[in-house]
Each structure stands twice: as structure tokens, then as C-alpha cells.
């Protein structure tokens, strides 16, 4: 549909395909300023929430904890669960089944019924392109995407640790990594310092010299595990042949320190300087 408008210093009639008020001219300006700043985002992240164990995540188990971890990493900036960011529709439980690895129809819809028993997750009836479709949300209090003027624009991230999207889907999809050992990835987030990426009982003391680390005899019993399976754990878990977990000895204890490249506090994309002993020590 064409409009007819006239020059008011010509009096000359004009005939254009498309007119936009100068509200509608603005408001497209900043949608199509906020689709670029995302474009221009190479590596996705979701910001989980380093508080949220006091809830209902203390009850899960660590192979629970790794497959709502993994969900995590599916979901919009509405913390809506979508095979991929440009899908049109929310992602369906069979395709949440596929992407969590599970065999079993009964599994999947087991697991997400104590999750909304536990109140991680609701269910919601959406409409997308005059459809009406069952979507799966997390909710907000565990992990969020801060999408320009969106609702999460201003949610602070103080404590919070960015997960690399792709980065933990590439860890899931090797087969010797199991749900459990996502799960226990899960259960280090709220240890991370927010300078120096180390696993500290005081992760948001910004002074360095205060900070108390957390040996690999102290993480194995906040873990809940032996010392022996803890270490096993930080020497074989793998990511693009890096380590997700490496080991300093300082004296005659030994710090651990999460992989900047997978899990991050601050912000922006992670100073490689920060993460070079990750790089260097590659298979």
C-alpha cells in the first residue's frame, strides 16, 4: 500500500511505498541499535546467580544440578528456552530431551516436574506468529540474559558469573562428560573470585592480599566428595583441550582456579593474561 503526501514548500504531490511517524522512525532506530550490539556478540553468555544454592538447588544432586545448568544456557532474554536464539518458536521438551542428552520421554518429564516442584522453572503458554505454544521459563532468581532495554538491562551482576554459551554446550556434547560433571562445574560458580578467577571463600573481597583460597582438601569437602574423586574431577574435566579447572601449588597447599574461557565474573570478553596458563597448557 502506497501514500500520497504533499511538499508543503513545492506543493508538489509525492508518492511513497512506506512512511513512519517520528516515533516509529526512533523506535526502529533503537530496535535495529540493539539487534546490532547482540550481532556483535561472538560469545553468549548467561549470568548465573552465585547465591542461588540457598534455594532449591541445595536439594539436587550434582547430575540434577548439571542438566539445569546445561538448560540454562538455552535460554532468551525473557529466560525463555529456545533451541537457538534466532528460533521463532520456544523450544519444545522433546528438543530440551535431545539437548540434555536423555534417552527416556519418562526421564525428562520427571525431572522438569520436580524442577517446577522446586519452583526453578515454570511453564507458560506463549504466542509466537499467531500460534499459541507451551514454553519452558527458569526463573529469574538463577539465571538471567542482560538484553539491552530489556527486562534484565539493569540487574546487577555482582554476583554473578558469566557462563560462556558455547562454550559449556561444547563441554556437554563430549561424550566422556557426563550430567554430574556439569554438576559439579555448577557448584564451583559460587566460589569464583572476581579478580583472579581463583575458588575463595570470599570470592567478592576485591583486595587480593584478604582473599582465603580454597585448597583441593577444602573444595573436596564443600563438594561433598574425597579428596581423591575432587582431584579426578579438576584433571579430567575438558574443554577445546583445555583444562576447565587448573592447579597452582602456593607453598605445600594447592589453589584451584576456573577457566576465565568458560566461567568469568567481570566484565567484557576475559584478558587472555588471565586465563594463560588455560592456553598454554593444551593437549
Excluded at 513512519?20 to 560469545?43: C, D, G, I, M, W
Excluded at 548439571?66 to 529466560?79: A, E, K, P, R, S
Excluded at 554446550?169 to 559460587?190: H, N, S
Excluded at 563438594?223 to 574431577?233: A, F, H, I, P, V
Amino acid at each position: 500500500m502506497s501514500h500520497k503526501f504533499v511538499n508543503l514548500e513545492t506543493g508538489e504531490k509525492v508518492e511513497i511505498a512506506y512512511y513512519r511517524t517520528p516515533e516509529q522512525q526512533k523506535s526502529y532506530q533503537e530496535k535495529k541499535k540493539k539487534e546490532a550490539v547482540l550481532e556483535r556478540s561472538k560469545n553468549p553468555f548467561v549470568f548465573t546467580e552465585m547465591d542461588a544454592f540457598q534455594g532449591g538447588l541445595s536439594v539436587l544432586d550434582n547430575k540434577e544440578l548439571g542438566y539445569f545448568l546445561v538448560m540454562q544456557t538455552y535460554i532468551n532474554y525473557d529466560n525463555m528456552l529456545k533451541t537457538h536464539p534466532d528460533e521463532k518458536h520456544p523450544m519444545t521438551v522433546k528438543e530440551l530431551q535431545q539437548a540434555l542428552k536423555i534417552k527416556s520421554p519418562k526421564t525428562i518429564r520427571k525431572l522438569l516436574k520436580e524442577f517446577e516442584r522446586l519452583s526453578l522453572i515454570y511453564i507458560d503458554t506463549v504466542e509466537s506468529h499467531g500460534k499459541k505454544h507451551e514454553a519452558i521459563f527458569i526463573a529469574e532468581e538463577y539465571c538471567f540474559r542482560k538484553g539491552i532495554g530489556g527486562d534484565y538491562s539493569k540487574r546487577k551482576t555482582d554476583n554473578a558469573v558469566k557462563v560462556f554459551i558455547n562454550s559449556l554446550q561444547d563441554v556437554y556434547a563430549q561424550d566422556a562428560i557426563k550430567p554430574a560433571d556439569i554438576g559439579f562445574i555448577y557448584r564451583t560458580i559460587k566460589f569464583i573470585h572476581y579478580e583472579t578467577n581463583y575458588l575463595v571463600l570470599n570470592p567478592s573481597e576485591r583486595d587480593n592480599s584478604k582473599i582465603i583460597p580454597l585448597t583441593v582438601n577444602a573444595l573436596a569437602e564443600k563438594m561433598g566428595l574425597t579428596r581423591e574423586e575432587t582431584s579426578r574431577k579438576l584433571s579430567s574435566l575438558k574443554w577445546n583441550g583445555m583444562y576447565i579447572y587448573g592447579r597452582m601449588k602456593i607453598g605445600k597447599e594447592i589453589m584451584v582456579k576456573a577457566n576465565p574461557f568458560i566461567l568469568y565474573r567481570k566484565a567484557g570478553e576475559p584478558d587472555t593474561k588471565l586465563g594463560a596458563e588455560f592456553l598454554i597448557n593444551r593437549d
